[in-house]
């Protein structure tokens, strides 16, 4: 699929709805990338659900959610009357709880162009079901989610030596695109109380911390599969970051907890990218993307 530009908001990072739309306008972005739905709601975990860390933050929200009935009722209008492409992400802890998810986005209309498969939430019940940790797993969750009738997009974890080959296997099943990465497990400890700071205990790491790990596996996916569109996530914070995840191989970004600090970053990130590129002579984000393999990288 085409995008009219290449940064979009990054899932569970923007809301379910046009929240952001008054600080960037939506249909500005290449897309719009919704927190992940299921097809019931989700109370999510207890808080506290978000900790500052050095260069970042760990959440651990769990998944909270409307269901997808509910948003495609109360969220989505509002977001259709931006103007925003919209990809929907899905969630279940089952095979079948994601092909529900997807059936009931079959129902939308064609402004949701395309939804992502997040087979990768760290939060979920201590992480039980990190389908991304196996090639299996997730060529049937990916397969399952062919019922929502759109282009498929999965959401990877990096916190696996498995990376490529779930690369691979997802996309056999029929990925269009691979959105690389979630955020990586992590824990906070409070020393007064002696106990995790979140609620849940674990979280999850985002932010410039991360950069580097989704440079890599862009880099590392790119190069076992270059024909596979790639959506670079992890600490994109100025146009700067993109360039990087684009020259390791990527089409496209998602600019997330950025957007935490200011809840323009995405556009902010979109200008800042295209001046890069206009002062760079580059005039497709094509002739730039994966060009750190012109050269024989070794890592
Ligand atoms: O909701 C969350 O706790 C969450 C999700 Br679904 C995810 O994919 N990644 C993350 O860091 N948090």
Same mark, same amino acid.
């Given at each position: 699929?085409?995008?009219?530009?290449?940064?979009?908001?990054?899932?569970?990072?923007?809301?379910?709805?046009?929240?952001?739309?008054?600080?960037?306008?939506?249909?500005?972005?290449?897309?719009?990338?919704?927190?992940?739905?299921?097809?019931?709601?989700?109370?999510?975990?207890?808080?506290?659900?978000?900790?500052?860390?050095?260069?970042?933050?760990?959440?651990?929200?769990?998944?909270?959610?409307?269901?997808?009935?509910?948003?495609?009722?109360?969220?989505?209008?509002?977001?259709?009357?931006?103007?925003?492409?919209?990809?929907?992400?899905?969630?279940?802890?089952?095979?079948?709880?994601?092909?529900?998810?997807?059936?009931?986005?079959?129902?939308?209309?064609?402004?949701?162009?395309?939804?992502?498969?997040?087979?990768?939430?760290?939060?979920?019940?201590?992480?039980?079901?990190?389908?991304?940790?196996?090639?299996?797993?997730?060529?049937?969750?990916?397969?399952?989610?062919?019922?929502?009738?759109?282009?498929?997009?999965?959401?990877?974890?990096?916190?696996?030596?498995?990376?490529?080959?779930?690369?691979?296997?997802?996309?056999?099943?029929?990925?269009?695109?691979?959105?690389?990465?979630?955020?990586?497990?992590?824990?906070?400890?409070?020393?007064?109380?002696?106990?995790?700071?979140?609620?849940?205990?674990?979280?999850?790491?985002?932010?410039?911390?991360?950069?580097?790990?989704?440079? $890599?596996? !862009?880099?590392? +996916?790119?190069?076992? *599969? #270059?024909?596979?569109?790639? &959506?670079? @996530? =992890?600490?994109? /914070? $100025?146009? !700067?970051?993109? +360039?990087?995840?684009? *020259? #390791?191989?990527?089409?496209? &970004?998602? @600019? =997330?907890?950025? /957007?935490?600090?200011?809840?323009?970053?995405?556009?902010?990130?979109?200008?800042?990218?295209?001046?890069?590129?206009?002062?760079?002579?580059?005039?497709?984000?094509?002739?730039?993307?994966?060009?750190?393999?012109?050269?024989?990288?070794?890592?």
């Amino acid at each position: 699929m085409r995008l009219p530009n290449p940064v979009m908001t990054a899932s569970g990072t923007a809301g379910h709805g046009a929240e952001l739309d008054r600080y960037v306008p939506l249909a500005t972005l290449g897309a719009h990338v919704v927190k992940s739905l299921a097809a019931f709601a989700w109370q999510g975990n207890p808080s506290p659900r978000l900790h500052p860390t050095p260069l970042g933050m760990l959440n651990s929200v769990g998944l909270q959610g409307p269901g997808v009935a509910a948003w495609l009722a109360d969220d989505l209008p509002a977001l259709e009357r931006t103007g925003a492409r919209i990809v929907a992400s899905i969630w279940g802890r089952t095979v079948s709880e994601f092909r529900s998810a997807a059936e009931l986005i079959a129902g939308a209309g064609p402004a949701v162009v395309a939804v992502e498969v997040n087979l990768s939430c760290p939060n979920l019940e201590g992480g039980r079901h990190l389908f991304a940790y196996s090639p299996r797993d997730s060529a049937e969750v990916v397969a399952a989610a062919a019922a929502c009738g759109r282009p498929l997009w999965a959401k990877l974890s990096a916190a696996t030596d498995r990376l490529v080959e779930v690369a691979a296997a997802a996309a056999d099943a029929g990925a269009e695109a691979l959105t690389l990465i979630n955020t990586v497990p992590g824990l906070a400890i409070d020393l007064d109380t002696r106990l995790p700071v979140l609620g849940a205990g674990g979280g999850a790491l985002s932010g410039p911390a991360i950069h580097p790990v989704a440079v $890599r596996a !862009v880099f590392d +996916v790119h190069a076992a *599969l #270059a024909d596979m569109a790639i &959506v670079g @996530v =992890g600490g994109v /914070t $100025r146009g !700067v970051d993109a +360039v990087e995840l684009i *020259l #390791a191989g990527a089409s496209a &970004v998602q @600019v =997330g907890t950025a /957007t935490f600090a200011d809840p323009r970053a995405a556009g902010r990130v979109l200008a800042e990218l295209t001046q890069w590129c206009r002062s760079a002579g580059v005039d497709r984000i094509a002739d730039l993307r994966g060009n750190v393999h012109r050269r024989q990288v070794q890592t």
